[in-house]
């Protein structure tokens, strides 16, 4: 085998291997595309779900003594943080 039919070869077998890469990618695209569009017709648009505001009862009521007590330790927090 001559030097030019060992080279030719080699490219023949690359240009093979990039084109079917290139084919095989091509069609993983368009099945995606075609999966995604199959979904979206056929799965139910999701309806909003509206959330209501917490009602009052829902916090939790602090009397005098922890309230400064967490009012002396966010000051605290926030004095050695600069």
């Given at each position: 085998?001559?030097?030019?039919?060992?080279?030719?070869?080699?490219?023949?077998?690359?240009?093979?291997?990039?084109?079917?890469?290139?084919?095989?990618?091509?069609?993983?695209?368009?099945?995606?595309?075609?999966?995604?569009?199959?979904?979206g017709?056929?799965?139910?648009?999701?309806t909003?779900?509206?959330?209501?505001?917490?009602?009052?009862?829902?916090?939790?009521?602090?009397?005098?003594d922890?309230?400064?007590?967490?009012?002396?330790?966010?000051?605290?927090?926030?004095?050695?943080?600069?």
């Open positions: 085998m001559t030097s030019n039919r060992l080279l030719w070869e080699g490219v023949e077998l690359m240009l093979f291997g990039l084109g079917s890469v290139f084919v095989f990618l091509v069609l993983l695209i368009y099945c995606i595309r075609l999966m995604s569009f199959c979904v017709r056929f799965e139910p648009t999701p909003p779900v509206m959330h209501a505001a917490p009602s009052p009862s829902a916090f939790i009521e602090l009397d005098g922890e309230l400064s007590a967490i009012q002396s330790a966010i000051h605290q927090h926030r004095a050695r943080r600069g």
